[in-house]
Structure formats: C-alpha cells, structure tokens
C-alpha cells in the first residue's frame, strides 16, 4: 500500500506528525488557515475603515458612493473570518486553484459572502453592493504584510513568550533553591573556582531575560499604500484624501502594529530580520542550557527521576538517558538554522518587488514550532532533574587543588603589605599544586609553612573548596 493512499494522508514533517499535540498552539496563529483567516481580517477592517472614516476625518466615509456601514453590516463583515472553518477552506481553495493567487482567491471568498449577506441578514443591504469596496487600491502585499505581522505577533505573545517565561520562572526556582549548593566549577574542563549550582542558573536566567527585554520591545511594521508604495491608485480615484493619515490609521490604531511609511511593494521585513535574530539567540542560550545540564548529568551532579514505566536503553535496563535534553538541544539547532535563513533572505527583494519572500514567510511557522518543541522538551527535562549533593560535596572534596588561587592571591596581599617570605607567590602555590592530587592536610601544611599572621592563616584555613564560593549565591539579585 502507498502511505499517500491513506486518507489523510500522513504527514511529512515531524511538527504536524509525531510531535502534532506539542506544535497545536502555533496552528491557531501561523498556518496557512491562520494566514487566510487574518487576511480576511485585514480586508473587512480596510472595508470597515473606508466606509466609515476615523477621528481623524469626523468619521465621514473616505470613499465616496459609499453609506457609513450599520453596527449590523459591521458585525456581518466581521464574522466573515471569525466563520472560516473546513468548510470554508476547501472553498478558498476552490477559488484559489482557478486564480492561482492566494489573495485573490480570499479576495473572491468575500465577495461570495457580501452576495449572500441580504439572505442572512433578512433585508436589503448596501453590502450586496460593496464588493467593488473589497481589496479597494491594495496590492496583495498590503494585505499579506498586515496578515503576517498579526500572525507572528500573536504567536510570539501567545504561545513563545509565555513558554520562554515559564521556563525562566523555573530555572528562577532552581537558581533560588540552590543557591548556595556548592558546585566545582570546570574551566577548559579541568577543576576551577568553585560556585555555587544556584549562581549558575541565575547566570542563564540573566542572559534569558536581556533577550526577552529586546523580544517584548520588538516593532512590527506594517504598510499599506499600494502596488509600489506611492498611493498612486488611491490618489487616482480620491485626489482629495489624505492617504497618509488613513494608512497610518490603520496600520496603528486598526492594526495594532508600527506604521511603515516608507516602502517598495513590500514592507521591507526589517523587523523580522531582527525579530528573528533574537529568537535564535536566545535558542542558542537554552542550547547552551541543554548541553551544561546534559554534561552535568554525565558527571552526577544532576540525577534524573525515572519515569514510572518508561525505558531508558532498549538493551542496558538501568539506564535513564536525559534524552530530552538531546531532543530539546536538536530542535534548537532546526529551529536556528531555519530563522537564520529567514533573516538573512526576507531583507532582500528585487527593486520594487520579487516573490521569493512569499514561500520563505510561510515557514515561519516550522522555525518557531521547531522552538516550541525544544522549549517543551527542555521544560520537562529540567522538571525532572535534581542535584545529587553526596556527589557533588565528593568532587569537591577530591579537588583541594582549587585553593591554590585563594592562597596565592593573600599571599599576594601580604606581600604588598611587606609582610616578609612571600615573594613568588603564584610560583610557590604552583610548585606545590600543579598537576598533583592535593589533600586537606597538604594544604594546612602548606599555610603552616609560610609567614602569614595567625588571623590570615585561621581564615585560610577554614577555606574548603565548599566555602570558597565567594559571593555567588548573592549574586542571584541581579538575575532578574
Ligand atoms: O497584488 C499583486 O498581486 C501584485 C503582484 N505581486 C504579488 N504580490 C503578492 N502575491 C502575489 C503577487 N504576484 C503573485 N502573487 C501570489 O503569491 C502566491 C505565491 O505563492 P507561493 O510561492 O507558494 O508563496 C501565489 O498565490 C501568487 O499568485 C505584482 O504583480 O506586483
């Protein structure tokens, strides 16, 4: 049997296939339903607008021949797109494979509507007559820019803000729950400066909120002014209107986006690019995330609750792999690779317009799905990890090697005092400790062995590579 034989047929993309239920939300902003049904938006808004003005013009209709629509017209345009289901679907698409021109197709969609809308309503209506008001002096690009911009920001304000912050609030969680649990620090892999467990996560927390800060400061630009930015079909039919003040009435006050005033025939998708930018970035950063929390794991720092009836290896049964780290850390790296292609390919167009753009939009929906798994396949590996103190206090305790820079750095300290017997200091503490297995008692005799005054060598020696974590857990104040 052929798989496409099979009704419907299988998907081909994991996002809409295997891991459907975790993408659902962004089907409601960012598929190609989604897209129509907000170009309807757009269309019936703009009919709304030219029949019955703004503050800016006393609410007179812009267009002339045209009555100011009843509450009752307005509504009925406004269920156009509320309304569009299945059915309404395979009806676009009915008109869209005779056009082959999607926003047409949409186009024509409402025009069916305004030719059913005195049936509906029960009596005459100027709607009947308005259909030459539907698309009026648009280019498809007015309609599609505003329909993405939507699109896009209800998804980012909806679904991927809210997720990114869920995860932050619990890496808070953590970073306060362990705050002071001390934790060696590997600096090219080899044993460093201890911290603490908490300051490293308030570390991913700080560098979490700087991208969402810039994310929730993002402009969406929209336009609309015609086939090439000019407003010369809307000045050719109504010379007397002030084009200017309606597109930029609508964009803002209609629209609810940034006004572009100043286009070829597409908004130039400046802000995507930028948009885009610091969607990856902060990808990377929770990338970064994956593999530390991955590596952690490997060491024992973090145990993992096994799932009552899973199974880690089909052959090793003890084993619990953190394998939703490596599927959060894979669809990280998809989702990146697809915006970075998105930002670097909608910035150009050929003079005043080509269509590439047109295919490449439609992908928004993958890069930002492709993030949303990841998010959700971090979120839960992070619910299922804890850290394991006993094995985190034995590598400490086998790494007294670590307080070689304490040591050096008061030795240093005493001698700009003139304290005698600590020239070299740096050279001494390397002798003893550089690549040798320290003990606790190596490092007493070693204080014990230089000319530090009774206060300094107590104060040294109460130093464990447990304590010596400086002021990390402090430092939590600024994750936010
Ligand atoms: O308002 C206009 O349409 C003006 C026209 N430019 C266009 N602007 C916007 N959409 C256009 C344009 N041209 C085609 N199409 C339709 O875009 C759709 C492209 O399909 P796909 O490649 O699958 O994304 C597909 O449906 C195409 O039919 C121009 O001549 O400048």
């Given at each position: ?55 800016g ?16 017209e ?21 008109h ?41 002096a ?42 002071t ?47 090439t ?16 003040a ?32 610091a969607?990856?970035?902060t ?76 295919t ?47 040591i ?17 200091p ?37 130093l464990?590579?447990?304590?010596y ?12």
């Amino acid at each position: 049997m052929r798989l496409t034989d099979i009704s419907p047929i299988p998907a081909l993309t994991p996002l809409d296939g295997r891991y459907k239920s975790q993408t659902a939300p962004l089907v409601e902003y960012l598929s190609e339903p989604a897209l129509n049904r907000e170009r309807m938006r757009v269309e019936v808004e703009w009919m709304i607008l030219l029949a019955n003005g703004f503050e800016g013009n006393g609410f007179q209709p812009i267009v002339d021949g045209v009555e100011p629509l009843t509450e009752e017209e307005q509504a009925y345009l406004r269920a156009i797109p509320e309304t569009f289901d299945d059915e309404g679907i395979k009806h676009h698409a009915a008109h869209e494979a005779i056009t082959h021109h999607d926003v047409k197709a949409v186009e024509y969609y409402i025009d069916d509507e305004l030719d059913c809308a005195a049936e509906v309503l029960g009596h005459e209506t100027q709607l009947s007559k308005l259909k030459t008001l539907v698309h009026f002096a648009c280019t498809s690009e007015d309609i599609n820019n505003l329909s993405y911009a939507r699109c896009i920001k209800n998804a980012m304000e909806q679904v991927w803000l809210p997720t990114v912050h869920e995860i932050t609030d619990h890496l808070v969680q953590k970073a306060e729950a362990y705050a002071t649990l001390p934790l060696l620090s590997l600096t090219h892999g080899q044993p460093a400066t201890p911290t603490t467990l908490g300051k490293e996560f308030a570390v991913y927390v700080y560098r979490i909120n700087r991208q969402l800060r810039h994310i929730e400061a993002q402009e969406y630009l929209g336009k609309i002014n015609g086939a090439t930015g000019t407003f010369g079909a809307h000045l050719a039919a109504f010379p007397h209107i002030d084009w200017l003040a309606v597109s930029r009435e609508f964009v803002e006050n209609r629209m609810g986006l940034t006004w572009n005033p100043l286009t070829t025939q597409i908004e130039s998708h400046d802000w995507q690019a930028e948009l885009y930018g610091a969607v990856a970035h902060t990808n990377r950063i929770l990338h970064n995330l994956c593999v530390d929390v991955w590596m952690y794991i490997s060491r024992g720092v973090f145990a993992q609750v096994p799932v009552k009836g899973a199974t880690g290896s089909s052959t090793m049964p003890h084993k619990v792999n953190p394998i939703r780290f490596e599927n959060a850390e894979a669809n990280f790296e998809l989702s990146c690779a697809l915006l970075d292609s998105l930002s670097a390919t909608l910035v150009e167009s050929r003079w005043q317009r080509d269509l590439t753009d047109s295919t490449t939009q439609r992908n928004a929906g993958s890069a930002l799905g492709y993030s949303l798994l990841a998010l959700n396949n971090l979120h839960g590996g992070l619910q299922s990890i804890h850290p394991n103190e006993a094995a985190m206090r034995a590598e400490l305790d086998e790494n007294w090697e670590v307080l070689g820079e304490p040591i050096q750095t008061v030795m240093r300290a005493c001698e700009l005092a003139g304290v005698e017997g600590m020239e070299h200091p740096y050279e001494k503490v390397k002798d003893l400790m550089r690549g040798h297995r320290i003990s606790q008692d190596d490092v007493e005799r070693f204080i014990d062995s230089l000319n530090f005054d009774e206060q300094t060598a107590t104060r040294l020696k109460v130093l464990t590579p447990a304590t010596y974590v400086g002021i990390a857990a402090q430092l939590l104040q600024y994750m936010r």
